[in-house]
């Protein structure tokens, strides 16, 4: 049988218009224009089919033409009729395919049945067919998702076509011509309408052709220069087939630990999608959101997005070319439990899959799946690593993105790079990413294929009034409506009523904006981190927008920013100024231990000498200029440095500063600003917030204060012996303020009598306590309060806060029940999961009896990441411990 051909370039005509969906075993119809999946038509979500896809079209054949019908995509079982003959059976979602219909086409009016069944059901159930993440995210579909074709050849067609060109100029071609005869093979370049180059042979099967010019620009992501490149096969004299492809000529290797783009070394900087969108169950956005979602891409700083686990629609990826954005295609292949007839199906899917997209100029790096563990052999990921590696050439290609150490998959990998998904709180940052990067291993890449996710709150009330409810069908809790499927996440629907419940709507527009800011924060902090490490080589941010399962999008769900894209750019960029600061040691238990010291808060009244220093990937500058200054409303402090040489693709120190910090008499917030400057023009600049505190005056402003401290968690603890003194054991206070670290039920009854406590929670043993993360699926809420003001916290939690950082939280009605049913709780500093909506808190205040207490989990002095391990390092822990206890002091 012969292999079907490429869609024509010209002879061809859309079925869109008129087409009947029908579900007999629903007795359901309707009519529709494709593409459309039937759920979006309004069948249920849970049903996998069959339905019926019917067209009645006119046509007139021609002896001399065979006609074909060709199908972007559907999804996932189809079988043909036409006329009721027979004319193909089809599985997959994700390739295009092409059925003849000669033998049935009759003169005049012709009926068209497609038979469809979706993957989802108990037919094709998720996991034993390549159905991507998006069951995962919202729900599978079904049916026609791409454009459908009817069209003419010759009796010699291409079936396969890969053109591609190198930075050099070089234009390698090879296809397949199928068919009869021997025909001829005419080759044309364009740029724009100018014809660059022309040439013709004679032969059918597989051919090759390779040709250098000398009249051709580089394709890259700042300069996506594309030609046209049209093929005709000719027989007989008269035109059997047109093709038509955009093509790149840009040259991708590996230099060590360097990604080279056509020469210069490249930085790819990437968001995730999962190709989730709000108006349709398919991940084929109309063209006007496909283009305000890329340009939103570049606008952030980003110069590549990564499909993961999806195969974006024809017109995606000719975007993503044009508008030089370039593509990490990751296969669809997760959480795979198939056996050996459906994982050959798997080869024959990414077979088709590949040949079809591999002329894409824009897709550079390509991964086999994800997250993968043993459940899929490792023999048959080197076969697939092998087929695309032999079908594209790529030098980046990988069969596991996220690693057999991270998912238990195969340790021996096929892998041209090391791809880790390491998503962490901020104060792990830099000790995992640390930890995964200075493995011995042999020099490569070093990439994370996803991290650095941040849960906003979703805006419920703004989705509400803008979009049409049935839109919004993943916030019902009707099964029936939102059914879960295999979605192992399904807290989204009860999110808005345990806001309500928790009397936490009335401020959602705060915690929404917050927690927005929140995010800004959380990523200037892991990309700087990320591009301060020497030996990376790239990123994925996760991701490009929100979704029914997470809300860490740098879009919403209707593709539009939620960060303004200038503060964003500026940490993410091929140019990236960064702030360093020595490092410091804490003698501990008979040994050294990295002594963390806070990066953000200083005591000011003495003088700073922060590093700047700059990851720069592109050609080399050999002539640049630093322009510094350290401001508050006004410059305190500015300088330059010059000449900067850079060179490419690595992190390189440039100044060392020493900056006397002006004394302050309450917390101040400073910014230490940077500019690099070449040939005129600003490469780079960055802004870091910092912040400035009065040394405590422990004696002159707090009297005596008792000291619970059983396990010494409080290491560096200021003033001890002077101000702190410690409980011996057995003993109970009779100071009446009291500093501890655990929780004991003689502090009851010290309470009742008027006693006075902070209680600094440094393990999770006391009272009822859940691990959670600080950043990452939160937003912060700080109510009004006295403390607040004296320590100078704005609403939502910024870089200060990062010493504080905490990975527990406090619940409170059980809190409360275990210090005492009388107990009066008053939340001060509440954690809101942006994920299910739940609240647990950092600071509350309780009052028993005639006695106060504050209490809290916020970190101040012990072993947690890259944290401050001793007080010592903490400023801002000791004027907050000094503050919160003359707060607590009875003297008020």
Known sequence: MQPAPILEARCRRKLGRGWILHAPTLEWQQCIDAPCVWEDAGLPRAFEGPVDYR????????????????????????????????????????????????????????????QVIKNGGTQFPVPQVLSGFLPYVSSTFGGIWQPVYLFHTGEAWLSDLYVHGEADGTLHMEGFVAGEGTPDICLTLFNQHQLLYETRWQGVGRFEHQVRLSRVLPWSPDDPVLYRCRVEVWLDGALSHTVE????????????????????????????????????????????????????????????????????????????????????????????????AQIEQVKCEYEAIVRQVRSHPSILIWTLGCELSQRFPQHTLGELYGLVKQLTGSPLVRDNSGGGE??????????????????????????????????????????????????????????????????LWWLESDPEVNPQGVRWFYETPFVEERLQQQGLDRYQARLVQGSRQELLVHHKFTLEQMRSLPGTSGYVVTGLKDTPIATAGLLDERSMPKVPSRAYKVFNSDTVLLLDWHRRRVWLAGGDRPANPDPFNHFGGQTLYPTLAVSHFGAPIQQAELRWRLRNRETLDAGEVQPVQLGGGQVEAIAMLELPAPAVRRPREHALEAELWADGRRIADNRWRLWLYPRPHWQEGLSKCALYDPDGSLIGLPALGEVF?????????????????????????????????????????????????????????LVSHPLFRQLGLRGYADERLFAFSTDRALHTEPSRLAIDPAAEWQSLWRRVDTRTGWATDYLAEVRLGNGRMLLTTLHFAGPLGDLPLSMQYHPAGQYWLYQMLRYLRPSR
């Open 245 to 340: 492809q955009l093509v790149g000529f840009r040259t991708l290797q590996v230099d060590g630990t360097r990604i080279l783009l056509n020469g210069q070394p490249f930085y790819p900087r990437g968001l995730l999608s999962w190709g989730w969108y709000l108006y349709t169950h398919a991940p084929a956005p109309p063209q006007k959101i496909a283009q305000r979602e890329l340009r939103h891409l570049r606008e952030l700083g980003f110069n590549m997005l990564k499909a993961c686990l999806w195969v974006p629609p024809r017109h995606y990826l000719a975007l993503c070319d044009q508008m030089g954005i370039a593509l990490w295609l990751e296969l669809p292949l997760w959480l795979p439990q198939m056996d050996a």
């Open 55 to 114: 067209l009645e079209f006119s046509v007139q054949p021609r002896a001399t033409r065979r006609y074909w019908l060709h199908f972007g995509g559907v999804s996932y079982a189809v079988q043909g009729w036409l006329n009721e003959t027979p004319i193909g059976y089809h599985r997959g979602i994700w390739d295009a395919f092409c059925w003849e219909l000669t033998p049935a086409l009759q003169a005049g009016l012709n009926q068209l049945r497609l």
């Open 725 to 781: 003194l410690p409980l011996a054991r057995g003993q109970t206070p009779d100071l009446p303020l009291l500093l501890a670290t655990r929780w004991a039920d003689w502090m009851r009854d010290y309470l009742r009598h008027g006693g006075h406590i902070l209680l600094i929670l440094t393990d999770g043993a006391s009272l009822v306590q859940e691990p959670l993360p600080f950043w990452r699926e939160a937003t912060h809420l």
């Open 406 to 471: 991270c998912y238990g998959g195969a340790l021996k990998e096929y892998a041209d790079f090391a791809d880790y998904h390491l998503y962490t709180d901020l104060p792990f940052v830099r000790t995992t990413f640390r930890a995964f990067l200075e493995r011995i291993r042999p020099a490569a890449p070093w990439l994370q294929g996803e991290f650095c996710d941040h849960d906003t709150l979703r805006d419920f009330k703004s989705l509400r009034q803008q979009v049409k409810p049935r839109y």
